[in-house]
């Protein structure tokens, strides 16, 4: 299902929600104005991903790839590096089959903190990115947890729609790392 894809203008509008997300995110966990710059992290629309990167059952999706870096002296240094997959398609039939109730914006807000919470807590050493699918199903629930604590301080009628719809009574998709 790979043919929905943002349009210029939803793509400009998911780049200002991360922005917004980091700063909400920094806030939450006391990071300095420039911390996120240390997280090594880029997001992609569907219409940029790889096969591999592409999931049916998610908002979005959080790839971890390792990176060796030469310095002048020829000596190695590796880092791992975290790619947020948005799944364009998924978003935008959530949005549509939300009849207006669910607002694009403010359901990217979610999932950009959602993500970068998990970007931090796997490159803090929180959580193991290679945990068991029962461990990771956990590490979720946290997640959403502390996403929730994140976006109260923005609060708004849409907003708790979104958060509604992520409760565990009724949920409009999942999102899996």
């Keep these: 299902m790979r043919g929905r894809y943002f349009n210029p203008s939803q793509m400009s509008l998911a780049k200002a929600v991360f922005g917004h997300a980091e ?25 940029q991903l790889e096969s591999h990167e592409i999931k049916e059952c998610a908002f979005a999706h959080l790839c971890r790839y390792r990176y060796e870096k030469h ?8 880092f791992f590096f975290y790619r947020v997959c948005l799944q364009d398609n998924r ?23 959602h993500e970068l919470v998990h970007v931090i807590r796997f490159d803090d050493g929180h959580f193991n990115f290679e945990a068991p699918e029962e461990e990771k199903s956990r590490e979720e629930d946290i997640v959403h947890a502390i996403t929730r604590q994140i976006m109260q301080p923005v609060m ?10 992520f409760s565990n009574q009724y949920k409009i998709g999942d ?3």
């Design 71 to 78: 310095d002048h002296q020829g000596v190695s240094k590796s």
């Design 91 to 113: 978003i935008l039939d959530a949005v549509e089959r939300a009849n207006s109730f669910i607002k694009l914006s403010p359901l990217m807000l979610y999932i950009a903190a």
């Design 23 to 47: 700063k909400l995110v920094g806030s939450y966990y006391r990071l300095g104005q420039d911390a996120f710059r240390a997280y090594r992290y880029d997001i992609r629309t569907l219409i």
């Design 156 to 165: 708004h009628h849409d907003l708790n729609l979104v958060l509604d719809c």
């Design 175 to 177: 999102i899996f790392h």
